[in-house]
């Protein structure tokens, strides 16, 4: 792939709450979409907006020329790339790959380089809104690629998203401008769990909460979005307490890489990882709330 050339078939590797969404979204705005995830139905389930299923990651890479990846963590995507049937199997020719997910700068820059030696490019470009986002393709991107790279994909992911910001021209920056908003909604998690914890304690109903505090200074978009689940118990959010989990870990990763203090953020992870032993891990990113419920013993909605 070119400078020089559009791009008109785009392959997404992992199609599941974030990357499904945004397959359906290029597929409507006129791509070639081919997708290809271990579990068919997920493919099987975009097949009525013209995605096409492949059989593996080499197929998507022979028929594609732009390959997206939006799998769990760092050893899928090495999974997708490198193992059998695996990306690089498919490329005929020097390729593009953009990865998607929360990864951490070190995998990126690790993964350029292994890509480099035959001649592929890599744009980092981790995405941000959940998937609600997804689905109203408004996305926001955080993107550390070559501006070519970007000029290149950008087209493909107007479709999914409502802003793009060029953070750098280095993969490894996307990731690492990702992990500061990371950072802020697992703190932020944490606080309002503590927030409705507290105020249920004192005997504040959290409608009356959620009313002062959403058009007030202590409001958050977290606050703000997930509240309402605490309140209602339906505890859904669409984003998960597992993926917050492995991005908290990466925080810290990042954090003592560069010696930068991290002591609300560490707090917050702690507690992130307790609800994930309790057995909340499976389940919403809101269900943080429980853990707090589990240790002081009853419901606070």
Request: proline share 4%.
């Amino acid at each position: 792939m070119t400078s020089g050339e559009a791009i008109r078939r785009v392959g997404f590797l992992g199609v599941g709450s974030m990357g499904g969404p945004m397959a359906q979204n290029a597929a409507r705005k006129g791509f070639e979409v081919y997708a290809y995830d271990p579990r068919t139905e997920a493919v099987d389930a975009l097949a009525e907006d013209g995605v096409v299923g492949c059989a593996s990651a080499a197929e998507v890479a022979r028929r594609t020329e732009l390959a997206i990846v939006m799998p769990f963590d760092m050893d899928q995507v090495d999974q997708a790339v490198f193992g059998p049937g695996g990306l690089v199997e498919g490329w005929e020719q020097p390729a593009l790959l953009a990865v998607m997910s929360t990864v951490g700068p070190d995998g990126i820059r690790a993964l350029e380089a292994r890509l480099a030696a035959g001649g592929h490019r890599v744009v980092d470009a981790p995405v941000s809104g959940g998937h609600h986002g997804a689905v109203a393709g408004t996305l926001t991107l955080m993107v550390g690629a070559a501006p070519d790279d970007l000029a290149l994909c950008q087209p493909v992911f107007e479709t999914f998203a409502g802003k793009i910001v060029h953070v750098g021209n280095e993969p490894g920056l996307g990731q690492a401008a990702k992990l500061i908003n990371n950072q802020l909604v697992v703190v932020h998690h944490v606080a309002m769990a503590e927030a409705l914890v507290l105020a249920s304690r004192l005997g504040l109903d959290l409608r009356v909460v959620y009313d002062i505090v959403t058009t007030s200074f202590g409001n958050s978009v977290v606050f703000g979005h997930r509240t309402p689940s605490v309140i209602d118990r339906s505890f859904k959010s669409g984003g998960a307490l597992n993926v917050l989990v492995k991005d908290a870990r990466l925080i810290q990763q990042a954090g003592q890489a560069v010696g930068a203090p991290l002591f609300a953020t560490a707090a917050a992870v702690q507690v992130f990882e307790t609800a994930r032993a309790m057995g909340f891990g499976d389940e919403d990113d809101v269900s943080v709330v429980k853990a707090y419920e589990r240790m002081i013993g009853h419901e606070i909605s």
